[in-house]
């Protein structure tokens, strides 16, 4: 009995050990994090902004083992506010629930890394998934259900195969679904309705599901057959509602894992039928293998006469005669090869264009009404699927020939050479019209093919706003690709700023409100008045040019695709970027924020002559931007004390919250605009409110010159 007791005793210790255990400091900063980030709330009962201890003090929704937090479920509590920067901490947490509250904020990087089962369901989100999810390779559960989250899936899902429950439904998403969805090989169950997906399911045909909905969507082609097997819910889509074509000839058949639903096994069910029976040697059938062979052979001779006779009997027809074909068994087949017809066609005109003298093209796609078959009933072919974006049509762009760059650069010459940036050196042109423009020669590095830079070209012509670099037109000739945008005389600001002496002095403190506003102005058409947004994923001073009157004029802008790897030394990066690689809106506002701090200092973003506390301008800068006394020495000496201190002050509060290192505390660009209108050394501010509440439409905001150079002036 003894020993039993001394067991017992023992067992009490260890369990009132754990209970009143310390929790971990970095769980507990953590929490003390989250807590202030929700603004203190009530519900959240015994939890502190500052110390504490969640184990020993049975915070709400906190479960713990030993020391470390292991379950956070604090769902339904209503909540507002963000979830903070620091829930990447949480090393051992394994459940993390803070579905059905109010966080429209972003969805936060940071978090909990090793967590199985995620719930963010029902938060009012907008943004996509953080990049941060795909990392999470342990991850079993994720809800993301009942949010407003837009746009495509970006996040790659490769790594998570142990993931078996994936619920997207109730959002606003978009686009095809990802083909990393057929890394998904532990999928169960996935519910993807009342969202604005397109294209086709193929990718999900493999997956070991055992309930799909995807009801509500704009899919289109054929239900995969393995997944008529399972519990599928498809109702209000675009399927064709036939009989999916027979696949091509030698093509494998579609399989699909056998689950056991004890052991999850996900091995092949196929089985022949010879495979039964004493010895392998018997066949229940009666069918002997060579009559089972004899009938394959047949049917596929058959069915290749019948391809052949359908295809020469196309070859003789008119147009308006084959399109009556659509219908039949095989149109698919025919219907590929017309295609790739077409397509062999347009390459062979493409290639006879006369480059020696500059046309004018015409780059807008065809209407979406083009895009419909004629004939509506068509089932033979899946619909085309809608355009990538939902800009306004491009603007003519005029095709030059090397030849005529040549002759207006002098062969690129030295002398015309006028920058050099991430994908290309800049030249100045001279046109036998007097034209004077800028020639952005793309390094071949950057860009694989002129098919990839025409659609390039065609996004950036879409881009229409005064603080944009306007592209002229472009030019690809013997695998040599070039864009041709106006020139402003007055160079970029980082010469202005760092490599011309005379030019910094000219730079006075409204030059450089003004310079920040018509930045900020390019970034929020950008961010929000484009559709999808575009990131502009280089911004930095170099990138900012300026005209006689010292507009700022936004380049490199649509040339996301090009950029190569994150250069981690220019200073520019978000903290974000400098980890993942992944750029965001939000990391284009951090390198607003360090435009700003340039434009404040004088200074480079990453000088590695200062000393070494010194050397990153962020780093440097941050702290003393609410000391005013510390703010009027970090000012740029050149501007000789000539700034009004109220104005220096408003300054550097947008550039901190700019600079925020957590992505979800930067403000959009709108903000930012608002804040430099408002308080940007202006001689009358409520005049300036006033014409701000007129702009109150953001195409107005950023289209209408008169008013912002009224407001630049005033």
């Known amino acids: 009995m003894r020993g039993v007791e001394a067991v017992v005793v023992a067992l009490l210790i260890g369990i009132l050990s754990s209970i009143n255990a310390d929790t971990d400091p970095a769980d507990a900063s953590a929490l003390n994090i989250l807590y202030t980030s929700l603004n203190s709330p009530q519900q959240l009962t015994k939890w502190n902004a500052s110390g504490g201890n969640p184990c020993g003090e049975s915070w709400k929704g906190i479960t713990c083992s030993g020391s470390r937090v292991t379950e956070i479920n604090i769902s339904g509590l209503g909540l507002s506010g963000n979830m903070g920067y620091q829930l990447d901490k949480l090393t051992s947490v394994t459940t993390f629930d803070i579905s059905n509250n109010n966080l429209v904020n ?86 993807l309705q009342n969202n604005k997906f397109t294209g086709n399911i193929d990718v999900l045909g493999n997956l070991p599901l055992e309930n799909l909905n995807i009801e509500n969507n704009q899919f289109s082609g054929w239900i995969p057959e393995q997944l008529k097997k399972i519990h599928l819910q498809s109702s209000g889509n675009l399927f064709k509602s036939v009989a999916a074509p027979p696949p091509p000839p030698g093509s494998p058949p579609a399989r699909r894992p056998n689950v ?182 793309i390094n071949s590095s950057s860009l694989s093919n002129s098919k990839d830079f025409v659609e390039v070209v065609s996004e950036i012509s879409r881009l229409d ?99 190569p790897e994150p250069d981690q030394a220019s200073g520019y990066n978000a903290p974000e970027v400098s980890m993942s690689g992944q750029y965001t809106i939000k990391s284009d506002v951090y390198s607003f924020g360090v435009v700003m701090l340039e434009l404040l200092s004088g200074r480079i973003p990453f000088d590695s002559s200062r000393p070494r506390m010194e050397k990153s301008l962020v780093r440097w800068a941050t702290p003393q931007l609410h000391d ?43 903000e930012v605009v608002e804040s430099l209108v408002r308080y940007g050394g202006l001689k009358d501010e409520r005049r300036h409110f006033v014409l701000v509440v007129q702009l109150s439409s953001k195409t107005a905001l950023c289209h209408n010159r008169k008013i912002e150079d009224e407001i630049s002036h005033s």
């Open 260 to 441: 056991n639903p004890k052991s999850g096994d996900t091995s092949s069910s196929l089985h022949t039928e010879g495979s039964e029976g004493n010895g392998g040697g018997g066949n229940k059938s009666g069918v002997g293998a060579g009559a089972i062979a004899g009938i394959i052979i047949s049917v596929l001779v058959v069915g290749v006469i019948i391809a052949l006779f359908i295809i020469k009997r196309r070859s003789r027809e008119p147009s308006t005669d084959i399109e009556k074909h659509d219908n039949q068994p095989f149109a698919p087949v025919a219907s590929q090869q017309s295609q790739e017809m077409k397509s062999a066609q347009s390459s062979s005109m493409t290639s006879t264009i006369n480059m020696e003298t500059p046309v004018v093209i015409d780059l807008k796609p065809p209407p979406v009404d083009d895009l419909k078959s004629e004939d509506e009933d068509d089932v033979s072919t899946p619909p085309a699927p809608p355009p990538k974006k939902a800009n306004k049509a491009p603007k003519n762009a005029k095709l030059y020939s090397i030849a005529d760059l040549q002759i207006a650069t002098d062969s690129f010459s030295a002398d015309n050479r006028i920058g050099e940036g991430t994908i290309g050196c800049v030249y100045r042109a001279q046109l036998d019209d007097g034209q004077v423009l800028a020639v952005k020669k």
């Open 465 to 563: 706003h005064p603080n944009v670099s306007e592209l002229i037109g472009y030019c690809f000739e013997h695998e040599q690709h070039f864009l041709v945008y106006e020139l402003h005389q007055n160079g970029s600001l980082h010469e202005s700023l760092h490599l011309l002496d005379g030019q910094s002095k000219a730079l006075t403190w409204n030059n450089r409100v003004k310079i920040a506003l018509g930045a900020a102005r390019a970034l929020e058409y950008l961010h929000e008045v484009c559709s999808p947004s575009v990131i502009h994923k280089n911004f930095k001073s170099a990138n900012i040019l300026l005209d006689m009157e010292f507009n700022a004029h936004l380049s490199d802008c649509g040339l996301a695709s090009l950029v």
């Open 106 to 191: 972003q969805i936060p990087y940071q978090l909990p890394p090793n967590v199985q089962r995620l719930n963010l369901a029902g938060n009012g989100f907008t943004a996509g998934l953080p990049y941060s999810i795909s990392q999470m390779t342990s991850l079993k559960y994720l809800n993301i259900s009942h949010n407003q989250i837009q746009g495509q899936v970006t996040v790659p899902f490769t790594s998570l195969t142990a993931l078996s429950t994936l619920d997207f439904s109730f959002n606003s998403m978009t686009g095809d679904l990802p083909q990393s969805f057929q890394s998904l090989t532990s999928m169960t169950n996935m519910y």
């Open 628 to 670: 005013i006394d510390a703010l009027a020495k970090m000012v740029d000496p050149a501007l000789d004390g000539h700034y009004p201190v109220k104005s220096l002050s408003r300054y550097a509060d947008v550039i901190a919250l700019c600079v925020q290192p957590e992505p979800e505390f930067r403000p959009p660009m709108s």
